[in-house]
């Protein structure tokens, strides 16, 4: 049973860090592991996409603050994000992207992306 499990949200100042992470289970043989974020009423983002040669990709807006990054002996996918802004509040979500490269997990809302975390929420205040 393929599931995906994020932790690690919460509120911090702008500038401040924060680190997700994501537990995957019964996920063996993925292209891409990513992180996407919604904020309300906008549609949902690309952060972060990784590989299992970690080779990653990031959006322009968290390129040099974020960083993604997995441990893939306990299978965790992790997104250690730092310089937090408050336009980086949003709901957080992990996904499992078989079959597509770190370069283009991030296109569009993510619908090329299987499987997907229940999300975790991140709130910066100015």
């Known amino acids: 049973q393929v599931w995906l499990m994020e932790s690690g949200g919460g509120s911090v100042q702008a500038g401040g860090s924060l680190r997700l992470s994501c537990k995957v289970n019964g996920y063996n043989a993925w292209s891409s592991l990513s992180w996407f974020r919604q904020a309300p009423g906008k549609e949902r983002e690309g952060v972060a996409a990784i590989d299992p040669v970690a080779y990653t990709k990031y959006s322009e807006s968290v390129k040099g603050r974020f960083t993604i990054s997995q441990d893939k002996v306990l299978k965790i996918l992790y997104l250690q994000m730092n310089s937090l802004k408050s336009e980086d509040s949003a709901m957080y979500y992990c996904?499992?992207?078989?079959?597509?490269?770190?370069?283009?997990?991030?296109?569009?809302?993510?619908?090329?992306?299987?499987?997907w975390g229940q999300g975790t929420q991140v709130t910066v205040s100015s």
């Open positions: 996904a499992a992207c078989r079959g597509v490269h770190p370069d283009q997990a991030l296109t569009g809302d993510g619908a090329q992306c299987g499987t």
